[in-house]
């Protein structure tokens, strides 16, 4: 266990895909982003009716 904390700014794919990395290998990790989703540009909506 490793007793380092990693703050990430940016949840788009890149900063998700690092943050698991590092907890795979023991870091504690938080994410910020200014936005309320993951994902970054890659975000998308479903419409309800279809």
């Known amino acids: ?3 380092k904390n990693i703050m990430i ?3 788009g794919f890149s ?10 290998q ?3 990790v938080k994410i910020i982003d200014r936005r309320d ?3 970054g ?3 998308d909506t479903r419409d309800p009716q279809n």
Do not use: D, F, K
């Not at 900063?15 to 795979?24: C, F, S, Y």
């Open 26 to 28: 023991g870091y504690t």
């Open 9 to 11: 700014v940016g949840a």
């Open 15 to 24: 900063g998700v895909v690092i943050a698991r990395q590092l907890a795979e």
């Open 37 to 39: 989703h993951i994902g």
């Open 1 to 3: 266990m490793n007793n």
């Open 41 to 43: 540009n890659s975000y």
